[in-house]
C-alpha cells in the first residue's frame, strides 16, 4: 500500500513536496511518482530504486528532485519553479521488483492520487 500527501494550490514559480509512504515487507521495490491532467493520459514523473538511482520524465528534469528514506518507508518529490503544465493529479506508485520503468502497467500499487494545482 502506498498513501500520498502534500498537494495543494501554488503560484507559478513556487515550489511543493509531496510525500508517499510506503507499507509492505519489502524494503527494495522501486517507487515512483506519475501525474494525471485532465483529458490527459498518466504520465510517469520521477522514480527512485531502494539505493537512490533516480529517473526523470524530460519535461521535470531540473526543476524536480526524488529522493526516499527506507528507514522511513517514504519517498518524496520535491518540486521547484512550478508551472501551470504541471497541473495534475499525482500519484505514488510502488513496483515489487528493484528496477525501474517510467510505463504505468510496470506498478503493482497505486495510491489515490493528491491533487497540484499552480495557478499563473
Known amino acids: 500500500q502506498v498513501v500520498e500527501s502534500g498537494g495543494g494550490l501554488v503560484q507559478a514559480g513556487g515550489s511543493l513536496r509531496l510525500s508517499c509512504e510506503a507499507s509492505?515487507?519489502?524494503?527494495?521495490?522501486?517507487l515512483g511518482w506519475f501525474r494525471q491532467a485532465p483529458g490527459k493520459e498518466r504520465e510517469f514523473v520521477a522514480g527512485?530504486?531502494?539505493?537512490?538511482?533516480?529517473m526523470y520524465a524530460d519535461s521535470v528534469k531540473g526543476r524536480f528532485t526524488v529522493s526516499r528514506d527506507n528507514a522511513k518507508n517514504t519517498m518524496y518529490l520535491q518540486m521547484i519553479n512550478l508551472q501551470s503544465e504541471d497541473t495534475a493529479v499525482y500519484y505514488c506508485?510502488?513496483?515489487?521488483?528493484?528496477?525501474?520503468?517510467?510505463?504505468?502497467?510496470?506498478?503493482?500499487?497505486w495510491g489515490q492520487g493528491t491533487q497540484v494545482t499552480v495557478s499563473s
Open positions: 506508485a510502488a513496483r515489487m521488483i528493484p528496477s525501474g520503468t517510467m510505463r504505468t502497467s510496470g506498478y503493482d500499487y
Open positions: 509492505g515487507r519489502s524494503l527494495r521495490h522501486y
Open positions: 527512485i530504486t531502494w539505493n537512490g538511482n533516480v
